[in-house]
């Protein structure tokens, strides 16, 4: 598949507001590690190759196990997840998957409101908003899957 436009200078300005929503993500203080595993895990279910290679590579940069990341698809049956983080993923795919299933549960809902107060999960809502917005944007504009290098890295 070749790029069908490169989006960020087809509209800086739509650019800019992604790259500024994606800037206060990163103000509101949920943990990085937990908000690259809620990124992967979206960008695993949109399919999105782009975001996989960058978030995963991310995460990797700040200390995240291979082990983790591995089975991240089926983190249900995987003991290395915390309670915390077993919420914020099973309320990632919820939210991820909203147009289909027209619902987002109770059971998913009661059990993220163990781990994270009202302002938290908001916060992690948009989170989850985001990378869904940078999933679209990258599938629909087909972003060619390059080489990156996390700004993690040392």
């Not at 989006?7 to 790259?19: D, G, N, R, V």
């Not at 908000?35 to 979206?42: N, T, Y």
């Not at 940069?61 to 983190?75: K, M, N, P, V």
Request: aromatic share 10%; charged share 25%.
């Amino acid at each position: 598949m070749s790029q069908r436009l490169a989006y960020q200078t087809a509209s800086p300005e739509a650019f800019k507001a992604m790259l500024h929503l994606e800037q206060q993500v990163h103000t509101f203080g949920l943990e990085e590690s937990l908000l690259e595993l809620v990124k992967s895990r979206a960008s695993q279910i949109n399919g999105c190759a782009w975001c996989l290679e960058m978030h995963t590579k991310d995460a990797r940069a700040i200390g995240e196990t291979e082990q983790r990341l591995y089975l991240l698809a089926a983190w249900r049956d995987a003991h290395c997840y915390t309670p915390k983080e077993r919420a914020a993923l099973a309320w990632t795919e919820e939210v991820t998957r909203v147009a289909s299933t027209q619902d987002v549960s109770d059971a998913a809902y009661n059990e993220v409101r163990k781990h994270f107060d009202e302002k938290q999960l908001v916060d992690l809502t948009l989170a989850i908003i985001a990378i869904n917005g940078w999933n679209r944007f990258n599938i629909a504009f087909r972003t060619t899957v390059k080489d990156y290098v996390s700004p993690h890295s040392s």
